[in-house]
């Protein structure tokens, strides 16, 4: 008689950090525990009712006496993507081996679950896969409830609000670029910028509260009060850098005096042009300081400020040889094409030597990461 498996995955493992639920879970009683937890936790969760879908499932296979069946729970990562993918791998390839059925019933709610399928099907046959969606109240004040929930959840509301919030905010600068242009060489009136810099504030607004920055703007202020107190490097470091920011910032301006400047493009051109790189090294000295300050603390030094660094000055690069050629053909700037070859040449290869370092860093992690996985399973 074959065996089928009936199999729920939580993919961002809300079972394991909201319910402290140990996956796999197998078997039809214990999956009813593990439903119970969570819906102690967090009673408006989907995935308790992913559970129970299965469950129910599980027993009207169980009734119908064809086949042999099990039902199980495996976990991913709360952190979504190659880490709850490979948690998600590693405990199917336990439920499997304990199991070993012939075939999967999947069941989800139809939201991140649904990523890891193609991964499971390349291990096993999957029979039939069943979204569960929760039922709400009817009307008006079942969507304005669902919107508030989602609003109220920072994940969620990272996931919808900054993509609309990015989205508006490219189009409205669309259509506000060349009406505030056209209003500074006084071709307009300001009435043509009102339409789109309010749509712009209204994207700007959203991504503001998708990022909840106010949140994160009090919690990086609490840790520089500390730093201070503390006597931290970063703050020297980071004062040095805002002074190297308000210099790019001065000369910036300074440099608009010195040739005569047709338009307000050819001025944001020629400004950039003469600002970027200190404005590059201010970020470089901050990042140093927060460098030092973790040496410090730690007596480590982060691969990922390097590969940063070497991001950073990158696009310097392309950018300075962009802009180069740029005012070269609005005849402000010199006509030298060896040299945007060579600024853009080196930029492209420092890019690619940051991609390369941050592919090692990567599988140096993931390697880590199985070997302590491996440790623990001999433990």
């Known amino acids: 008689?074959?065996?089928?498996?009936?199999?729920?995955?939580?993919?961002?493992?809300?079972?394991g950090v909201k319910g402290r639920v140990n996956t796999p879970v197998i078997g039809v009683e214990e999956c009813c525990v593990a439903a119970a937890a969570l819906g102690i936790a967090d009673p408006e969760d989907s995935d308790i009712n992913a559970l129970y879908a299965a469950v129910n499932i599980y027993k009207e296979i169980k009734a119908e006496g064809k086949t042999d069946v099990e039902v199980a729970l495996i976990g991913g990562n709360e952190k979504v993507g190659h880490r709850s993918d490979a948690a998600?791998?590693?405990?199917?390839?336990?439920v499997l081996s304990m199991v070993a059925p012939d075939r999967i019933i999947l069941v989800g709610d139809g939201a991140e679950d649904e990523y890891v399928y193609p991964i499971i099907s390349s291990r096993i046959p999957i029979d039939s896969v069943k979204k569960v969606y929760v039922k709400q109240a009817p009307g008006l004040e079942g969507t304005v409830y669902i919107l508030s929930r989602i609003l109220e959840d920072p994940?969620?509301?990272k996931r919808f609000l900054v993509p609309l919030g990015l989205i508006i905010v490219l189009i409205s600068m669309v259509y506000m670029i060349p009406s505030l242009m056209s209003y500074?060489?006084?071709?307009?009136?300001?009435?043509?910028?009102?339409t789109p810099l309010v749509v712009f504030l209204i994207g700007l607004f959203l991504l503001v509260y998708g990022y909840n920055t106010p949140e994160l703007f009090s919690v990086w202020s609490k840790n520089w009060i500390s730093g201070i107190k503390n006597g931290s490097v970063t703050i020297t470091f980071f004062l040095v850098s805002l002074l190297f920011l308000v210099v790019g910032c001065i000369v910036g301006y300074?440099?608009?005096?010195?040739?005569?400047i047709p338009t307000f493009m050819h001025g944001v051109l020629w400004f950039a042009s003469n600002a970027m790189w200190l404005m590059i090294f201010a970020v470089l000295i901050y990042q140093i300081g927060d460098l030092v300050d973790m040496y410090i603390s730690t007596k480590r030094i982060k691969l990922s400020f390097i590969i940063g660094s070497i991001n950073l000055v990158a696009i310097g690069l392309i950018a300075t040889g962009a802009l180069d050629i740029l005012l070269a053909y609005f005849d402000m700037g010199l006509k030298n094409n060896a040299l945007f070859a060579l600024e853009l040449v080196a930029g492209i290869v420092l890019a690619l030597l940051s991609a390369v370092l941050q592919r090692r860093m990567k599988d140096a992690?993931?390697?880590a990461e199985s070997t302590k996985d491996a440790d623990e399973d001999v433990a």
């Open 184 to 194: 500074m060489n006084g071709n307009s009136s300001f009435s043509n910028v009102t």
């Open 254 to 260: 300074l440099s608009l005096e010195e040739l005569y």
């Open 88 to 94: 998600v791998v590693d405990e199917l390839e336990k």
């Open 365 to 367: 992690i993931e390697a």
């Open 1 to 15: 008689m074959k065996k089928t498996l009936v199999l729920v995955v939580d993919r961002d493992d809300d079972f």
């Open 155 to 157: 994940a969620k509301r």
